[in-house]
C-alpha cells in the first residue's frame, strides 16, 4: 500500500491561493492515477481534482474548474494542487488519494489516503 503524506494547508482569505503537495512512497506512480478529495464538516467526501500518471490526464470537478490545477513532479513522485481565487466554501479537510488503473473518481474507487491537511478560507 502507498504511503501519503499531505502537506500546504492554512488559513487564507476568500480569493486568496495555496498550493497543496502529496509526496508518495513508492519508486514510482507510472501505474496510478492520483487524485485530491475534500471533506468538510457535515458533508460527505467529494472529489476534486485528479491525475493520470502515465499520460498527464487531468480531471477536475466543475466546482473547482478553472480555480484549481493539479499537477505533478515524476522526479520527486509528488503531486501538487495549487488553489487559486479561493471561497469560504473551499473550506475543509483535503485528502491526496492512489488506486491503480481505472477512470472512476470516487473515494470508494482509491485504496491508499493521506492523513489530510486542513484548508479553511474566511469571507
Known amino acids: 500500500q502507498v504511503q501519503l503524506v499531505e502537506s500546504g494547508g492554512g488559513l487564507v482569505q476568500a480569493g486568496g491561493s495555496l498550493r497543496l503537495s502529496c509526496a508518495a512512497s513508492?519508486?514510482?506512480?507510472?501505474?496510478?492515477?492520483v487524485a485530491w478529495f475534500r471533506q468538510a464538516p457535515g458533508k460527505e467526501r467529494e472529489f476534486a481534482a485528479g491525475?493520470?500518471?502515465?499520460?498527464?490526464?487531468?480531471y477536475y470537478a466543475d466546482s473547482v474548474k478553472g480555480r484549481f490545477t493539479i499537477s505533478r513532479d515524476n522526479a520527486k513522485n509528488t503531486v501538487q494542487l495549487q488553489m487559486n481565487s479561493l471561497k469560504p466554501e473551499d473550506t475543509a479537510v483535503y485528502y491526496c488519494?492512489?488506486?491503480?488503473?481505472?477512470?472512476?473518481?470516487?473515494?470508494?474507487?482509491?485504496?491508499?489516503w493521506g492523513q489530510g491537511t486542513q484548508v479553511t478560507v474566511s469571507s
Open positions: 513508492v519508486r514510482t506512480l507510472t501505474t496510478y492515477r
Open positions: 491525475i493520470m500518471w502515465h499520460d498527464n490526464d487531468r
Open positions: 488519494a492512489t488506486a491503480k488503473y481505472g477512470s472512476v473518481w470516487l473515494p470508494t474507487s482509491f485504496s491508499s
